[in-house]
T-cell receptor
Framework: LAKTTQPISMDSYEGQEVNITCSHN???????ITWYQQFPSQGPRFIIQ???TKVTNEVASLFIPADRKSSTLSLPRVSLSDTAVYYC????????????FGKGTTLSVSS | EAGVTQFPSHSVIEKGQTVTLRCDPI?????LYWYRRVMGKEIKFLLH????????ESGMPNNRFLAERTGGTYSTLKVQPAELEDSGVYFC??????????????FGEGSRLTVL
């Protein structure tokens, strides 16, 4: 499975847009890029998944350049409740595939 | 619809004792996974069930860990005998089978194990 690299931590203020970039230089043709969010004392929660270009849902946007060697999770107008660890994962995106977690990015949002 | 539930939420045992963790996946989910995170480390994959069969158990650390999923519904993860390094949070996740979905994993809130 492709290894991912993300910043260990990021700081932001309420109302700002936060962009977390993940590198995955060895991504395979069949791999999708998936982001999970984890709050303290909870299990990870799916945020968004994409294969190429841009994907947007009610929570976030995911930008994937043409070479797919990186991706950027964009959180619009963060609030204090967005303080969490964000994981970037790469895999074939199919049901039945175990996810491999990296260290994640700890996002701290302040008022 | 109920999510993935895990029991107990926290267990404190002494080294050498036995602990059994239970996971109830979302109804209808054939895939069930166990993960764990030990202090300061990454979330590590332990094993994957498809219904009652072990699809991948490459992440199981040693033979002190035994996972079962009789009947393809709930699963148990037994640690016997427990060692200090087994302390951590054990997460269970489940997902649907079939095409056309994202392969999204639904995680439980975890069972925290403390071995003294």
């Amino acid at each position: 499975l492709a290894k991912t690299t993300q910043p260990i931590s990021m700081d932001s203020y309420e109302g700002q847009e936060v962009n977390i970039t993940c590198s995955h230089n060895n991504i395979a043709t069949n791999d999708y890029i998936t982001w999970y969010q984890q709050f303290p004392s909870q299990g990870p929660r799916f945020i968004i998944q994409g294969y190429k270009t841009k994907v947007t849902n009610e929570v976030a946007s995911l930008f994937i350049p043409a070479d797919r060697k990186s991706s950027t999770l964009s959180l619009p107008r963060v609030s204090l409740s967005d303080t969490a660890v964000y994981y970037c994962l790469v895999g074939d995106g199919k049901a039945g595939t175990a996810l491999i977690f990296g260290k994640g990015t700890t996002l701290s949002v302040s008022s | 619809e109920a999510g993935v539930t895990q029991f107990p939420s926290h267990s404190v045992i002494e080294k050498g004792q036995t602990v059994t963790l239970r996971c109830d996946p979302i109804s209808g989910h054939d895939n069930l996974y166990w993960y764990r995170r030990v202090m300061g480390k990454e979330i590590k994959f332990l094993l994957h069930f498809v219904k009652e069969s072990k699809q991948d158990e490459s992440g199981m650390p040693n033979n002190r860990f035994l996972a079962e999923r009789t009947g393809g519904t709930y699963s148990t993860l037994k640690v016997q005998p427990a060692e200090l390094e087994d302390s951590g949070v054990y997460f269970c996740a489940s997902s649907q089978e079939g095409t056309g979905n994202t392969g999204e994993l639904f995680f439980g809130e975890g069972s925290r194990l403390t071995v003294l």
